[in-house]
Structure formats: structure tokens, C-alpha cells
């Protein structure tokens, strides 16, 4: 038995680790950091996920540098800037930051991860300056999260605590950015978990993994994938306590919470909406299907125009490359039927009600194969202009 | 030696077919037709492409029925309904349709296409009412071509005569519809080419289907793929001549044609994009590649806002699935080299360039990937504010 609760001042929630930001230049508004840091006054062991574009950023070849198993006690984070096709210089400037760096704090095996605009180099003198302006055993979760956001409009931190019983307890903590359905140079999405579980390396690797499959790989950034996309778990160990079934719950919690706070920022996006695809052939099938609806331009613009056009998420569904049979297929809104083999114009009534789910804010869009009993569920958002406007005017 | 002009009249210009449309209140506008209808005073050969969709329109499915290598004389096409999800009952409405059909004007094999929303029974007493104002015998290509547009801005209907020497010659002419990235229920495209050559009818399948591959295959209509597409070929074999390779040229003229017509059409679109990969480990990589750039929402966005953002362009080639290595890869728009290994980021003199490039209606995103011989074109264009108001309100 275990009992979950959350936890306050995000980062700072987890003993044994210090965070903070600063304004070194990049972001134009002062107030808000834009180069951020994370620290573990132990080292720490490491798991992590990054993008799965050939064109990995200079961070997450930095980071494949390390021996396989290394522990590191220091990243660094920086926005505006994704230090993306930047060669061999970009990875040789992270060196030349970490040098400097090394000469303000003690640090063993440092990492850095940023976000921003692709093929600039960062701007590493000005950085460095700023190094100044850190203060190493600051715990300013609230300042950390802020930094890292790019197109976010809400910054993304959560933090619980975990009783095990007897007084035994660990906590974990997150910080994350990424604004819905694309951010910047690619739905860039970033996030830092920290905590003092003594939780077994492989158990970090494996749930880690596990966490993303069922959080950030089930939100739909349209079929891009970032240069820099990165999750991490670091854990120090320190807390002498460990469950692996509440771990596990804790952070598939964690990870899906933040996962849903990324959706509801998506650019320009007003609705969440759930796409559960069942009785397909295989899982893999469903996911086919699924991920199809919450990529599709015409099922976003649907969403956005509070259509109750159940065509568009049928013909998805057969361009997805799936088996499927319109004869077995049904598809409903929440508890709503809004297609089967025997029902198929909507009688006023019901389109009436389909309106009304379509309002909402969040709702459910379930389709029923009648093939098999592969399932899958992901996780999408509306399209509206503004998310146009965003993307039309980032940059420049 | 041939020589091929255009002809006027669209589809009046091959002898020997007819053509026409009404309004039968299926459309608003009483100025403008919602069934239209090809006829041939004889009997047609024909070659035919339709839609991988798994769930395809009821037309399809009635076209299928006919046994291999049949012939026929006529062609009913509708929009605002695509008679798509409708099962069982939407092909027996076909069946319902040609029989009084058959009353008013002889026919044999007739043939069915439509467009519109997906998911309503055909108004077949409404269309059926219609017949006696259709002129079985009218050469209205015109009429035709407005018939069959859904949200098209322009009527797409072209025409050519192929001369051959010695007075022999041909003609092909086509009407079609289609507007951009995307249509009412999945971009829907439908395209009829008439042509009074004399042509086997194994060249027919061959060249249609070489034709949509450079043609409509090559245009984004955004990864999705609707219940209805269809491009047919019918040739009444009349003027007893044929060259394959003056036919092979002048249908890859037309579709081509047609297909620029359908992007320059696009809902809400101002460019006119080509997406050139070259350089890749084979064709299928670099088509894999390009057609990842004329779907990208993030590229579309970024044409529309006319930033020189070839991040964006780098990223989504990263995240395609394919071989690519950024020393390797060199990105120009037209002319101008925007991005190779020795030369990242853009001076403002280059930048003020590329500004220029992108401020044309039409221009070439060319990227070589130098590991090989692959290589292929497809055709894209900008996402707007105009495209999300389009299919927010379609429907409603």
C-alpha cells in the first residue's frame, strides 16, 4: 500500500537538488529566464529518451558522448535557441560552456538541452557572462520552469510525494515545455524528472520508456518530430526507499499530467480531445488509426468549427491503411452514437447533442472496428487560426 | 513528329461525346449545376484510378461490379453528396438512378461518380426529376466543368488536339475538381478525360496510371486520402489514329495541368511550392522525404509567413524516416543556396534574397542529400488563415 500526494514548489520538492534561471540575452523580455539549470549536490543515475529525427541536436550527441551507465549531477537548459545543424561547432561550444561552467561549480559529467530555432550557433560568450548570475544552491523551481518555455503560454511543473508506510517516502518532480501540437523548430518538447527513490537503474530506463509510450508519444505534434525532443529521469538515490508499482504509477501519472498540460497549451488550440480506436486487428492497427485521427488537418478544423461531421473521421479512419468495414465500424462523441452500419444520417435530435458534446471542452471521440481487439488511445487538439498565425509569424 | 495545340470547347472538342448539367437543388445557387453527365454515341473503352481508401464510395463500389473490360457510353456525376458511408442501400440508389435513367436515353454500363459530404443517402427522386431537363445531346463542357466544383474557386477543363502528319489526328480533353490541399470530405478529386484516339486498351491503363503517378500522386493533399477519388479515361477509338508517344506527352500535359490547376486552387492558398529531393539512396527514400515537406504543417505554415525558416525544411527531412546526414545536405530555394556543411547561417544579405524567393507566387524548395541517385518532385502549398475557415465551416 502507497499513497500518492502532490507536492509543492515544483523542482524543489525533491531533497538534494538545487535549480534556478537567468536572463542572458536571448529572450528579449528580462523578466523571464532563458537559460535555466538543474543540480544534484550527489550524482546521478540517468535514464532518458530523445527524438527520433536523424538530425539530432548538438545536446543529445553531447549527451551520447558519455559511456554507457555515466551519472551526472548538472544540466543546463536553454530556450530560443536549439543549437539544431550546427555541426561539430555545435557540440564543441557545449564543451566550451561546460569549461567555463566548471570553473563556478563543481560539476561531473554535465549535460545541456535546449529549444528553439534550428542552424544558429548559441550565443556562448554571452552565456558564459551569465554563469555570474546563477546561484548554484538556489531552489527556484517556479524561475527554472519559466525559462525553459518557448511558445508555452503556462509554464509546466508538478511535483508529488510518495508514503510507502513506516514514514518511508520519495518524491518526484518535473519540469517541462512544449506547446501542443508543434512548437517552434518542431513540437519541441523537453522535460526534466527528478528523484531521491533508490529506484534500480533498469526499472529508471524501462519506466521511463514506458511512461512515454503512454504520454508524450500518444499527444499528436503532427507527425514532425523535433531535432531536440528529450525527456529525462535523473535520480539521486537519496530518499533509501523504493516501490516499483508506485513508482511506476507515480510517474505515468506525472508524465501523462504533463502530456495533457502540453495539449491544453497547444498553439491556438481550444479543445482535448481523446481518440480511442478498439476492435482493431492488432494494438498496432489502432495506434495506425488513432494517430491518424489526431494528426488529421480535417478532423482539427472539424474540431475547431464544433462540426458533428462524422465523415471526416470515417474517411481517417480508411486512409489510415488499416482493415476496417463500414458494416462493423461504430463510431461515438462521449456516450454518444454517432455512426453504426444501421444508423447513419444524423436525425436532428442527435445532431443536436453532438453539438452539445462538441462544445465542450474536453470529450471523447471512440471508434469501435467490430475486427479484433486491438486498442489505442491518443491525444489531440482543435486547429484554429491562431495556431496559423503562430506558426506563420514564429521567427521573424 | 507530332504537334499538339489546344483546343477549345473542353470536352466538345473530341468528337463524338456529349455533354451537360442542371441544378437539381442539391446546390443553393440555382446559376450553377449539381449533375452533370458525359455521353459517347458509342460505346467507350475505359481505364480507371480510384481512391485507396478503405472505405470507398458507393460509385466505386458500383464500378466494380461490371465484369473486366467492359464498355460504356455514359457517365452521371453529382456534387454536394458523396454517396460514401452509405453501404448497401448507396449502391442500390446507383441502380435506382441508371433505371429511370435508362427511360429518357440509351445507355449501357452506366457509370456513377460523385462528390460531397460523406455519410448521406443520394436525393435520388430530386435527381431523378432532373433527367427531363438535361439535354442528352448538348455539348456544354463548360456547364459540365461548373457542375462537378465543391469549394474549387475556377472550373479545371483543358483540351488538346494531337496532330500526327498527313492530316491524321486526335483530340483528348478533360473536366475536373478539386480545390488544394483538401476538399470537403478528404480531398476529393475527380477527373474524366475523353479522347477520340485509338488507343489499346492496354496503353490506356498503363499511360492513366503513369499519369496520376506524376501528377495527382505528386500534389499534397496533406497525407489524406478521400472515399471518392477517381480518375477515368474513356476513349471512343473515332478518329482511327494513335501514337503512344504523342499520347503518353500530351495526358501527362493535361493531368500535370490539371494537378497545378488543384493546387493554385487550393482552399486558402496563395503558393505554389515544388519540393525537390535529390540525391537520396533511391527514389522511394526521396519520395518519402518530398512528400514529407508538401504535407508538413510547419512547412506550410512558414511558406505562408515567407520566413526562409530551412530549418524547418531540415527537420521535417530528418524526421522522415530516411538516410540523411547534415554535412552532407545542401538546401537551396530556386537558385540561392540556403543551407549546406561550410554555411549555416543565413547573412542578411542572403536572408534579404530568400525573402524575395518566397514573396513569389511559385518557387523551388531543392534538396540534395548526396549519398545517391534517388530523387523525386512533389508539389505543395502555404496553409493560411483562409484554409482553417474553409474547413472549420464546411458543412454547417
Redesign the interface.
Known amino acids: 500500500m502507497y499513497k500518492i500526494t502532490p507536492a509543492e514548489n515544483g523542482l524543489a520538492a525533491v531533497p538534494g537538488f538545487y535549480c534556478g534561471a537567468t536572463n542572458v540575452g536571448m529572450r528579449p523580455d528580462k523578466t523571464q529566464g532563458d537559460v535555466a539549470f538543474i543540480r544534484s549536490e550527489t550524482p546521478c543515475d540517468i535514464a532518458a529518451v530523445f527524438t527520433?529525427?536523424?538530425?539530432q541536436a548538438a545536446p543529445i550527441k553531447h549527451f551520447q558522448r558519455y559511456p554507457e551507465g555515466f551519472q551526472t549531477d548538472f544540466i543546463l537548459i536553454n530556450a530560443k535557441n536549439?543549437n539544431?545543424?550546427?555541426?561539430e561547432k555545435g557540440v564543441e561550444d557545449i564543451d566550451t560552456l561546460m569549461a567555463a561552467l566548471s570553473s563556478k561549480v563543481e560539476i561531473h559529467n554535465p549535460l545541456m538541452s535546449s529549444t528553439g530555432?534550428?542552424?544558429?550557433?548559441l550565443p556562448v560568450e554571452k552565456i558564459i557572462a551569465a554563469f555570474d548570475m546563477l546561484n548554484f544552491t538556489a531552489t527556484d523551481s517556479d524561475k527554472a520552469a519559466r525559462a525553459i518555455m518557448t511558445t508555452d503560454q503556462f509554464k509546466k511543473e508538478l511535483a508529488y510525494k510518495v508514503e510507502l508506510g513506516d514514514g518511508a517516502c520519495f518524491h518526484i518532480a518535473a519540469i517541462c515545455k512544449g506547446a501542443g501540437?508543434?512548437n517552434p523548430?518542431?513540437a519541441t518538447m523537453l522535460c526534466f524528472i527528478i528523484t531521491d527513490a533508490t529506484i534500480p537503474k533498469s526499472d529508471m530506463d524501462a519506466l521511463l520508456l514506458d511512461g512515454a509510450e503512454h504520454s508524450f508519444n500518444r499527444i499528436s505534434v503532427?507527425?514532425?518530430?523535433?531535432?531536440n525532443d528529450t525527456a529525462m529521469l535523473l535520480s539521486n538515490q537519496q530518499s533509501g526507499t523504493y516501490d516499483k508499482a508506485a513508482f511506476s504509477e507515480v510517474l505515468n501519472r506525472l508524465m501523462f499530467e504533463l502530456a495533457m498540460m502540453i495539449l491544453k497549451d497547444g498553439e491556438g488550440a481550444n479543445k482535448l480531445v481523446s481518440f480511442e480506436v478498439k476492435g482493431a486487428r492488432s494494438d498496432a492497427e489502432a495506434q495506425k488509426a488513432s494517430t491518424a485521427l489526431s494528426?488529421?488537418?480535417?478532423v482539427k478544423?472539424?474540431l475547431?468549427?464544433?462540426?458533428p461531421?462524422?465523415?471526416?473521421i470515417?474517411?481517417?479512419?480508411?486512409?489510415s491503411?488499416?482493415?476496417?468495414d463500414?458494416?462493423k465500424l461504430t463510431i461515438h462523441y462521449d456516450d454518444l452514437l454517432i455512426?453504426s452500419?444501421t444508423f447513419?444520417?444524423l436525425d436532428k435530435e442527435r445532431e443536436a447533442q453532438a453539438y452539445t458534446i462538441m462544445k465542450k471542452e474536453q470529450f471523447k471521440v471512440s471508434c469501435d472496428l467490430g475486427l479484433g481487439e486491438g486498442s489505442y488511445t491518443s491525444y489531440g487538439c482543435d486547429?484554429?487560426?491562431e495556431?496559423?498565425?503562430i506558426?506563420?509569424?514564429?521567427?521573424?
Chains 1, 2 share one sequence.
Request: glycine share 10%.
Open positions: 527520433s529525427n536523424k538530425f536549439a539544431a545543424m550546427t555541426g530555432v534550428i542552424g544558429y550557433r501540437m508543434i523548430s518542431m503532427d507527425g514532425d518530430t523535433s531535432t494528426n488529421s488537418l480535417l478544423t472539424a475547431f468549427g464544433e462540426d461531421n462524422w465523415g471526416r470515417a474517411s481517417t479512419i480508411g486512409a491503411g488499416i482493415s476496417c463500414e458494416r455512426y452500419d447513419r444520417e486547429l484554429s487560426y495556431y496559423v498565425k506558426n506563420a509569424e514564429y521567427r521573424t
